[in-house]
């Protein structure tokens, strides 16, 4: 098993490159994400119309097998030195395997085809801009929706993050998404720096792009370059609020009409951090999907207009504001799929799945590098668009919703 790297000559004599992977591997691949699409369809049915899963076995081969081997080849080829992986990029890629924690993602995803679906200016080509590549989960969910729908022929696009390490998993992931479709669906490029001229106009591709965000986005204003949406998956809240107002401002000149700018980040200081003895509690209690619905209803009724999210869930917090425990639809699912693989003695399972969850509730953790909430993001577009037509699709609500979400959204479109 072994992954390729391959090296193109751009214009502008600059270079791109490529990964792919070897017959072996992506035979391995294949049956292991088929063995576990069976799993999903028998125990995680919120999840089934999700753009895309993957086995945590195939996270594991990619963190420990084709990560290191594709850095290896990568810096060879390249002759630059990348860094370590960041654990944090390492825990995005696999939040597809808890539907808690890729539902928003998905979600957004829907929510731009449809917006897609609706634009009768779009035809054959669709132009897309991520910025915060991270693991391309984001990137990879809307690409394989668009693709499906199989009406835009050429849907190509452009994301960048700072960090080599975090572009070669996206690129990982974003090959899988390749080889799981027997025709691949995008070419993916990676560049350093500007993006060629070469890539920006061959069909199908997407560039991802070693760069700061912020800057490339300036750049990108000077060259006239147009896209059909703005793409801000966790990206915003890491950035201070001007630098993040700034990327907005860019993406409010880079729009066209008819175009979307969508964000979605995690709040300030929203931990969950799940007691070994709750989670034990969930996974023990066969009344489970009935306390959870009973409780989500009564909730339900108490509140006078649900979430703009439309994410049914509570959360129980301890003293400290720290959520304890997640009642929702995916929660529930999970702790029984937990529960189903320990009365089968599948240990091995049941094991990966409690790794799963606590990565995906590990993710909240980053609330303390948080430095500009979701809200905010969207209260200084709408500041930017003041003199502009536009309408809000999604937005993250009054003080007392968001407060209480780990994870805020917002979808605008532009007339
Ligand atoms: C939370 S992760 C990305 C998440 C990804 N979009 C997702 O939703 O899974 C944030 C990413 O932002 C990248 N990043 C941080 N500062 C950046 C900058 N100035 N320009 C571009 N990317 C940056 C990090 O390297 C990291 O991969």
Redesign the pocket.
Known sequence: MDVIVNKFQESDATFSYEIRFDSELVEKIRSLQNVWKREIEHNNPSAVGAPYFMSPMVGELISDEIFPRCKEQFQKISNKMIEQV?T??VS?LY?VTVWDTYQL?SRNAKIVTKIFEENSDLKNEVNLR??????G??ERSLITLLKERGEYKDVRGVT????AA?ILVAACNLEMMNIEDEKPLINVRIVFGSVPTSLRNRPNTLVLQI????ISLEREIEDNIKYDAFLA???LP??TREEGRAMLSSAVKLVKSKGIIQA?GLNKNMFVKIPLTNKLKAIFNTNIKQEYNKLMDEKQKKLDKEYQHGYRHIYIKNKKGIIIQVISEGAIEMFSWIREYLTKFNLDYAMKLMKMVTIGTGLSS?GKYVQTNTVESYRDLLELLLNTNYSVIDCPGEDSDWKDMVLSTFTIVLE
């Open positions: 960041d944090k990029v995005v939040r993602i991520w910025i915060c590549t991270g693991a989960v984001a960048t993050d700072i960090s975090a760069d700061d965000a912020v998956d966790n990206a890491y950035f979605l980053w």
